[in-house]
């Protein structure tokens, strides 16, 4: 978290050696042009798509172009296990830092009693 934390305050155009004083590694991508953090132990690699720019909303959409995932991160289905992420999120409203991970539902499952 602090290092993630760090990187979006410090520019590495004012601070070259950011990785450095970080302690983490940056490695090019094979894939897009951005940096792939070495210990980060998920990297969604993203080319932009499209630029939505109304009156009611500006958004920003990225096309998934790889993932990187540490194999501790994999269910027994090989598939990315979200509980073992231990992602964060970001509150813009209050700029704080919150832990996901529980379960709370299953997808095309919780609304079945509506249909």
């Given at each position: 978290m602090a290092v993630a934390?760090?990187?979006g305050m410090v520019s590495g155009n004012k601070v070259p050696d950011k990785f450095a004083k970080s302690g983490y590694h940056a490695v090019k991508s094979e894939f897009v042009n951005a940096p792939i953090i070495e210990e980060f132990p998920i990297t969604l690699e993203c080319e932009l798509a499209?630029?939505?720019?109304?009156?009611?909303?500006?958004?920003?959409?990225?096309?998934?172009?790889?993932?990187?995932?540490?194999?501790?991160?994999?269910?027994?289905?090989?598939k990315v296990d979200a509980s073992r992420i231990h992602a964060l999120m970001f509150d813009q409203f209050h700029f704080d830092y919150y832990a996901a991970g529980s379960k709370v539902g299953k997808a095309f499952h919780e609304g079945k009693e509506l249909i």
């Open positions: 934390d760090y990187y499209e630029v939505i720019d109304t009156d009611n909303m500006f958004a920003i959409v990225g096309k998934i172009i790889n993932v990187c995932v540490n194999e501790e991160l994999l269910g027994d289905d090989g």
